[in-house]
C-alpha cells in the first residue's frame, strides 16, 4: 500500500480519474472527522466546496453507513448518487430489498428497546435506527471493550441473524443479505456507464470496496493499516481536503496537476 499524496500515488489517481470516472467518499472518518457524538459530526465547508467542485465534471457518489436522511444534509452538494447503510440503502434498482431490510430492522428495534435489555444498562451506550441497519455507539462507555463484547454477545441472538460490522466504536447490525460497499460501488459503475471508479474510506465497511481489487477500482485509505487491502493511504483525516483539492486540480487543470507530482518525485 502506497502513500496516496506521493509522486507515484498522485500519477495513479490521475490515470484514473483523467477519463469517465466515478469519485466515491465515506463520511465519517474520511469528508468528516470522528467525534464523540456522531449526529455533531460535520464535513469541512473546504470540503463541500472541493466536492461540488468535482460533482460539475464528473460523477459524484457518497457511499456511507449513514441513513441517506442523516447524511444528505451534512453536504452542501447534490452528489449523483447518495447511498446510505453500507450499501443497503439507496442503490438504484434495490429499492424493493431496501424495503425488506427495513422490515428487518424494525423487528430487532421493537425487540433491542425493551425495558429489560442488558445493554440499556450500559453507560454511555446509545441505539441508533438508520431504518436499515442499526448501530451501537459505545465510545462513550467507560469501558469500551466491555461494552463491545456485550453488544456483540447481543447481537448473535437476534433472528435473523445480522451481518456485524464493528470498528471505531460502533457496532452495526446489517440485514442478511443486504448489498455491502463493494457491492454499491459494483452496482454504481454499472449504472452511470463509468470506466473506473476512485474509491476513499477509513474503515471495516470499506474494505468490502477495498477487497473488491479490481483494475476498474483504485482505493484509497485513511490511515494507514497493515491489514487493509486498499491500494493507497493517507496518514490521517487532515489529508483527505488536500486530496479533494489535488483531485479538482487534476480535473480543472491536469497540466498543472501533473506538474505538481513532477515535483513531489523529483523531492521524495
Known sequence: MRYALSAIGLERIHACVAGNALLAFDIDGTLAPIVERPWDARVPDEVQRGLAALAARRSVAIVTGRAVNDARPMLGFSPRYLIGNHGAEGVPGFERASAAFARVCRGWLDELSADNEPWRALPGVTLEDK???????YRGAPDRDAARRLLAERAQRLLPSPTVL?????????????????????ALLVHSRCERALYVGD???????????????????????????????????????????MLSRMLVRPSRARAIAARRSETT
Open 166 to 186: 464493528d470498528d471505531k466504536c460502533v457496532t452495526n447490525l446489517v440485514p442478511p443479505g443486504a448489498p455491502d460497499k463493494g457491492d454499491a460501488l459494483g
Open 131 to 137: 431504518t436499515c441497519s442499526l448501530a451501537f455507539h
Open 203 to 245: 474503515d471495516v465497511s470499506d474494505e468490502a470496496v477495498f477487497r473488491l481489487r479490481s483494475p476498474l477500482v483504485l482505493t484509497v485509505r485513511v490511515e494507514h493499516h497493515p491489514k487493509s487491502a486498499a491500494d493507497l493511504y493517507l496518514k490521517d483525516q487532515g489529508e483527505v481536503p488536500q486530496l479533494v483539492q
